[in-house]
């Protein structure tokens, strides 16, 4: 594993295609050089290739958690009458789409469905609310996480499509009246710092059906696992989640700030940064790393050869 992530790391290092995000200014500051590959086992070994410690933000990989902790404290049924489960083989950002008898969200990966699921984090204040939010990702992580203010400050001045689709959302009362609130825990969960390490952690987590292979403890009941995962595996990767699912086929979540992670269930984690990132906001690296590592250990669920 050790030798096959290295390799990878150093054949990919020289890919020069993409581009840092800059419709958040703050995220245009990243070295386009750093590049870290992190694998963590459901025993919690790790195998660490790059810039394994430097950190990013989570941008959209924070969806498939925050989605696990409405589960949690929602229950399945209540959850879903507010955001469906559909593909929509739009961009993370579109506005347009809202299912049309419903009015809910397609799915919870793209960013309407996740500003409908941050309404629902529980508390009686934003404050109340944020701690609760960051205990569940801590709880993933297996330690304490910090969120970027400067990230934070940087997107809520620059969101007025986001903006946008929560006014929407409050217009077919998907969600409540604290629409500037909930936009505040959507970009703070889009804010919190980790690095490669900590985010194959919190996949590893996934892969251990819920609890954190090195603190023991569960994260969100392992009955809502598979919700997340198949989630993942249609919508995680927006408009190329087909693409996705057809040329590596493991469950993967990619945000821009450069970051993928993907869930190999009963196995590990693998988390990928590299910050330029492709027209649909995937890491160009991590993209060329996910399919040649799925190709060399046979993930894909499609393709898995008898032995
Ligand atoms: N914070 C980003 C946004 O809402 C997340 C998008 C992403 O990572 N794809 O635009």
């Known amino acids: ?80 009458s507010k955001v469906g489960v559909e593909p929509t083989g739009e961009a993370f950002n579109s506005i347009v789409e809202l299912e049309k008898r419903t009015h809910r969200p397609y799915n919870p990966m793209i960013n309407s469905g996740a500003i409908a699921i941050s309404s629902l984090i529980k508390g009686n204040n934003l404050k109340n609310r944020e701690s609760n939010m960051m205990s569940m990702f801590e709880a993933f992580a297996g330690h304490q996480l910090e969120i970027s203010n400067d990230v934070f400050e940087s997107e809520k001045l620059t ?35 980790v690095d490669t390490k900590d985010l194959s952690m919190m996949a590893a987590t996934l892969a251990n059906s819920g609890v954190n292979p090195n603190t023991k403890k569960s994260a969100i009941p392992s009955k809502y696992v598979g919700d997340v995962l198949s989630l993942m595996f249609t919508c995680g990767m927006y408009d ?32 990928v940064y590299s910050p330029p990132i492709d027209e649909k906001g995937h890491s160009t690296r991590g993209v060329e790393v996910f399919k040649e590592f799925s190709h060399e250990c046979n993930l894909s669920i499609f393709r898995k050869t008898i032995i």
């Open 1 to 80: 594993m050790q030798t096959l992530i290295e390799l990878l790391h150093n054949k990919y290092r020289s890919l020069s295609t993409g581009k840092p995000a800059s419709y958040i200014p703050e995220l245009a500051k990243a070295n386009a050089q750093d590049f870290a590959i992190v694998i963590t086992t459901v025993n919690g070994e790790q195998f660490c290739a790059g810039d394994f410690d430097k950190q990013f933000t989570l941008q959209s990989t924070s969806k498939p958690f925050i989605y696990g902790m409405a589960l949690a404290e929602y229950g399945r049924e209540e959850v879903i």
């Open 159 to 193: 969101a007025h499509r986001n903006r946008s689709i929560a006014h929407l959302l409050r217009h077919f009362d998907v969600i409540d009246e604290k629409i500037d609130e909930t936009l505040d825990l959507y970009f703070k969960q889009c804010s919190i710092l």
């Open 240 to 271: 190329s989640s087909g693409e996705w699912a057809y040329s590596i086929g493991v469950p993967a979540k990619s945000g821009v700030s450069g970051a993928i992670f993907g869930v190999v269930p009963g196995e590990f984690g693998i988390a």
